[in-house]
């Protein structure tokens, strides 16, 4: 896949498809992406001000836009966690850098990792958006593999317009997820299915 095509296939092509799987009497009810939410939590990794800019630039790096940190909005004494005090970054990104991020990530990043076989279909939400995490953000070409002494993970929040997850199953597909192969009997495997109108 192109890292430039994805709005223009979609827009020529992938909507008419979904029009016609979904059973969509008009071109508008066809879902789409709405926007992507990459955050990262802290943790136990204290990171001071120095690191938290690092960890933020990398950020910056991977979705060509600046995060915010976020804060605990209650203290937790189990943790050690203060009100108020910086307890992640996160970045929401729409438009032409929500779809160079997209492909980057089905294109690029996801077919580099070892033994990969596909992302869970387990992860959508009733309103049609996925999660997927990543354990370390050097998983992405932007950031120096070696440079992390303390390594953190990323979540990434696919939002849609679906109104149901095998809505959101069904444009995620088409738009290149590499969702699990399934066995099924005599040792075939075939991708997990859509499976709308169940």
């Known amino acids: 896949m192109q890292t430039t095509n994805l709005k223009e296939k979609f827009l020529k092509e992938t909507r008419y498809k979904l029009k016609n799987l979904l059973g969509k009497k008009n071109i508008y009810e066809v879902p789409s992406l709405e926007k992507i939410v990459i955050n990262t939590g802290f943790g136990r990794l204290a990171p001071d001000e120095k690191t938290r800019e690092i960890i933020a630039a ?3 790096k991977i979705t060509g836009q600046k995060p915010i940190f976020t804060a605990a ?3 937790i004494a189990g943790f050690k966690i203060r009100k108020g ?3 992640g970054a996160k970045v929401t990104i729409r438009g032409a850098k929500m779809d160079h991020f997209f492909e980057k990530l089905v294109s690029i990043v996801l077919p580099r990792l070892r033994d990969f076989r596909g992302v869970s279909e387990d992860s959508f939400d009733p309103r049609g ?7 370390e953000a050097n998983v992405f070409p932007e950031v ?3 440079r992390a002494d303390k390594p953190i993970g990323l979540e990434i929040t696919v939002c849609t317009t679906a109104q149901t ?4 199953r069904a444009l995620l597909t088409e738009l290149g997820m590499p969702f699990k192969v399934q066995k099924v009997s005599r040792g075939r495997t075939r991708p997990q299915p859509a499976q709308i109108g169940d």
Do not use: M, P
């Open 58 to 60: 990398d950020l910056a």
């Open 144 to 146: 120096d593999y070696g």
């Open 73 to 75: 909005k209650a203290a």
């Open 85 to 87: 005090q910086i307890i």
């Open 165 to 168: 997850s095998k809505e959101a």
């Open 129 to 135: 958006n996925y999660t997927l995490g990543f354990r």
